[in-house]
């Protein structure tokens, strides 16, 4: 909304320049139409282009395909429809050969057919699933999928990744397997994992040899229900067993997608099946009524598995809970409350209590239901419920699995996208913007030149390039945030920085709020533009201030502080996020009362923020964000406890890093003194496609005596050369339609390679200098004012003079 505002006054600016210069009301009523007109179709024509234009395709290129299927731990292949390998991967060529083209792999008899269902439903379809698949003997090793590709969906890409990587049950498989599964045994209890089709992906050593005799059986893709047997009375048996054996008390647990919050039922994910000797402990076996020890031993079991799980009595009271449940639902501390529905939303709750009472009272069945915890009530979980029967005053069996880690990833990648995707439409509209202020800028500096002080028209004109100034400083809030501002990095000291700022941050303060500069000794230089970083020390001031007027009666206290971190303090701080190496630290503090929990990771977003309307833009602290990470730094926002370990301040810590190259100031000043002796004069080829910046241009130059050459885009600016015209200098815009600056530059210089070129655009230099591969090339940033493109033209060609001065000798 200011981009849209600051837009419409100045088109009513310009239309009310037109009227107070020609007083025709009906002209400059004309100009504000039509150039609103213009701005509208060029802003839809740029929209629409992208999604009409027709790509032509061209043969397939398989070595490019293979290039880019390459993708470490996932094995990748392309069939056709006679089922002929097309092209595959180095991860498939090492796991499967390419002897055989999918489903005809070496895989075990259950593996291909799961192969020939998917590659059918594929073709069918579009998309097809194959699960576990391995090789003869061995246990399952992959997940694979086909997926129907082609312009004549003529191919069939298909995905094998390892199940290790990709499938969570397959890592409980393997602690069933393994020393896990063996301690349930001794404990009287068997686990096997069974997938959706009812087929054993794992079983435990104990469950193996009460099957088939063999502890080292795998058993995998056999059918669970196949190795049990149930009598008239419905209990359960091993079938090896039979009636000789012990009567089994079967818990099944779903092993559903953590982060999917859908009620998956029981058929929809692989389950954990539980089997507890109902003969094991004092009170006897299952016709006694239930074992009064298996209730321990369950415990002992949930206490032992990483799922989140608890148990409940008839009545719905817990009875029991793991660590891993408790930290599911954020009591640690607290630990359990006496019902499931306490831990629930108030809408949640009568449903919860409902399911647990069908579950407790009805048949030993499962399911799942999806509830909102209090603790994160804008995000459903899904919470498991089975009833269990012969463990005494055990009832139910609860399910929930610790989503806090993925939740909190989530969040980041969220806000990190969201960040990202404000910061380029920032960037864009500012980019676009910045041609119309170029113009505005530049006819009021030309107007004004043609009046003086007491005109009666100086006065209005000086209004109009003020607020035009006034925009331009808003568009480089915008493009500071994207990371797009053209910085001036040098090498400095950060204690000059802060000196160089302090009168004005203690003018800005006031008298009320102490202001305490402290430093470290030995700090390394860093690179970076003084004029943003003292952007940065005002913003961060300015934002203390107003906390400090908010807390109270405005007394307060300011702190800044420089540190030197060295790369050994770096890696004992054990940050994911900072590079190990040398940084200086600025670190702004104050005791404004702190920035409350639940905004700490929203201060940076643009137009975000607390303070009432019309008393804040929101650009501030994310213009401090955008310097900083364009600087090569990071930034921090924290809290500083007080004595009573409520919150008493912000802090804000800068990490720079140290500068290891020497610093070029005199080469930059060599040029701004062979500039001031330049003597005007020269010919320019100025190619812009934008009219009113090019005609802004020309005119600057014309009238500090350059000879102008014009063109509207690269093909027209490349036949000015091509005719013969002999220039000393070309000043082109970047990005035009057709061919754009560096490909006309660059077409330029194979006939004269020593022509320099002087680019003008709203994007970072920075950004453009890693983009553009052209030598001597200089750089103006928009929008500029008449003097400013007239000395930089100056100076561009008195550098590129005292240069081939210098060759000639």
């Known amino acids: 909304m200011p981009l849209i505002a600051a837009i419409a006054a100045a088109l009513v600016a310009s239309a009310g320049l037109i009227w107070l210069i020609t007083r025709d009301g009906s002209l400059a009523l004309g100009y504000a139409v039509g150039l609103a007109a213009l701005m509208a179709a060029g802003y839809a024509i740029a929209r629409i282009r992208p999604n009409t234009r027709e790509e032509a395709f061209a043969a397939p290129d398989w070595s490019v395909t293979v290039a880019a299927i390459e993708q470490p731990g996932t094995a990748i292949a392309v069939t056709d429809r006679a089922n002929r390998l097309v092209c595959a991967n180095s991860a498939y060529t090492d796991w499967f050969g390419i002897a055989q083209a999918p489903p005809n792999l070496a895989l075990d008899r259950e593996s291909m057919e799961r192969l020939v269902r998917a590659a059918r439903e594929a073709w069918r379809d579009g998309r097809g699933l194959a699960e576990p698949l391995g090789r003869e003997g061995g246990p399952a090793g992959w997940r694979g999928e086909a997926e129907r590709v082609g312009r004549g969906s003529d191919y069939l890409v298909w995905r094998f990744t390892p199940l290790t990587l990709e499938d969570p049950v397959a890592r409980i498989g393997e602690w069933i397997a393994g020393p896990l599964g063996a301690f349930l045994s001794h404990s009287g209890i068997e686990a096997a994992v069974v997938g959706t089709d009812?087929?054993?992906?794992?079983?435990?050593?104990?469950?193996?040899?009460?099957?088939?005799?063999?502890p080292s059986a795998t058993l995998a893709g056999q059918d669970f229900v196949a190795q049990l047997r149930s009598d008239d009375r419905e209990r359960i048996y091993f079938a090896r067993e039979g009636r000789r054996g012990t009567p089994q008390m079967l818990v099944q647990v779903a092993l559903g997608d953590p982060d999917d919050a859908r009620p998956a039922r029981?058929?929809?994910?692989?389950?954990?099946?539980?089997?507890v000797d109902s003969g094991v402990g004092i009170g006897g076996g299952w016709e006694g009524g239930g074992s009064v020890a298996a209730t321990p031993q369950l415990e002992a079991l949930l206490g032992a598995l990483p799922l989140g799980l608890a148990m409940t009595d008839r009545d719905g009271r817990f009875l029991f809970a793991n660590d891993a449940f408790l930290r599911a639902v954020a009591r640690e501390e607290e630990g359990l409350p006496p019902f499931p529905s306490d831990l629930v939303v108030r809408e949640d709750k009568s449903a919860l209590i409902d399911a647990v009472r069908r579950f407790a009272r009805g048949p030993a069945t499962s399911g799942d239901m999806a509830v909102r915890l209090v603790h994160q009530a804008d995000e459903p979980v899904s919470l498991g419920l089975a009833g269990v029967r012969g463990l005494g005053e055990a009832a139910v069996l609860l399910s929930l699995v610790d989503t806090t880690e993925e939740t909190r990833l989530k969040r980041q990648v969220a806000q990190a996208t969201k960040m990202q995707a404000v910061g380029q439409l920032a960037g864009g509209v500012a980019h676009d913007f910045n041609n119309v202020l170029t113009a505005i800028i530049g006819y009021c500096d030309?107007?004004?030149?043609r009046h003086t002080p007491g005109d009666s028209d100086y006065d209005d004109i000086q209004q109009i390039r003020a607020n035009s100034n006034r925009a331009a400083s808003l568009t480089r809030q915008l493009l500071a945030f994207s990371r797009q501002q053209t910085l001036r990095p040098e090498v400095l000291q950060l204690p000059d920085v802060v000196s160089e700022v302090s009168q004005l941050l203690k003018r800005l303060l006031g008298e009320k709020i102490v202001f305490r500069v402290h430093h470290d000794r030995d700090l390394g230089p860093v690179r970076a533009d003084p004029q943003q970083l003292e952007q940065v020390i005002v913003n961060l001031a300015v934002n203390a201030r107003d906390a400090i007027h908010a807390r109270g009666d405005g007394t307060g206290k300011l702190t800044l502080a420089t540190r030197r971190v060295s790369a050994a303090d770096v890696r004992k701080m054990g940050s994911d996020i900072i590079p190990v190496a040398d940084y200086t630290v600025l670190v702004v503090q104050d005791n404004g009362g702190g920035i409350p929990q639940s905004l700490l990771g929203k201060i940076f977003?643009?137009?975000?923020?607390?303070?009432?309307?019309?008393?804040?833009?929101?650009?501030?602290?994310s213009t401090v964000y955008g310097i900083v990470k364009q600087s090569g730094g990071f930034i921090f926002a924290d809290n500083v406890a007080g004595p009573g370990g409520e919150p008493e301040g912000a802090r804000f810590t800068i990490y720079l890093p140290v500068h290891r190259g020497a610093e070029r100031r005199e080469a930059r000043e060599d040029a701004a003194a062979r500039a001031s002796g330049w003597s005007s004069g020269g010919r320019v080829l100025l190619v812009e496609d934008e009219d009113m910046v090019r005609a802004v241009a020309e005119r600057a130059l014309s009238r500090a005596g350059y000879e102008v050459t014009t063109a509207c885009?690269?093909?027209?600016?490349?036949a000015a050369i091509a005719n013969g015209g002999a220039f000393d200098l070309?000043?082109?815009?970047?990005?035009?339609?057709?061919?754009?600056?560096p490909a006309m530059v660059r077409a330029v210089r194979k006939v004269r390679p020593d022509l320099?070129?002087?680019f003008m655009s709203g994007?970072?230099?920075?950004?453009?200098?890693?983009?553009?591969?052209v030598d001597d090339m200089h750089f103006i940033a928009k929008p500029f004012s008449v003097q400013q493109i007239s000395d930089e033209v100056a100076r561009v060609l008195a550098e590129s003079r005292g240069r081939a001065g210098a060759d000639s000798t």
């Open 446 to 449: 030309l107007m004004l030149l």
């Open 198 to 214: 009812g087929a054993i992906r794992a079983v435990s050593t104990g469950f193996a040899e009460r099957a088939t005799g063999d």
């Open 730 to 741: 070309i000043v082109s815009d970047v990005v035009m339609p057709g061919m754009d600056g």
């Open 266 to 275: 029981a058929d929809e994910a692989p389950s954990l099946m539980l089997l």
């Open 713 to 718: 885009d690269g093909e027209e600016g490349l």
């Open 605 to 621: 977003e643009p137009f975000f923020t607390t303070k009432e309307q019309g008393k804040g833009t929101g650009l501030g602290l």
């Open 756 to 758: 320099p070129v002087l």
């Open 763 to 773: 994007y970072a230099e920075e950004q453009l200098r890693s983009e553009i591969d």
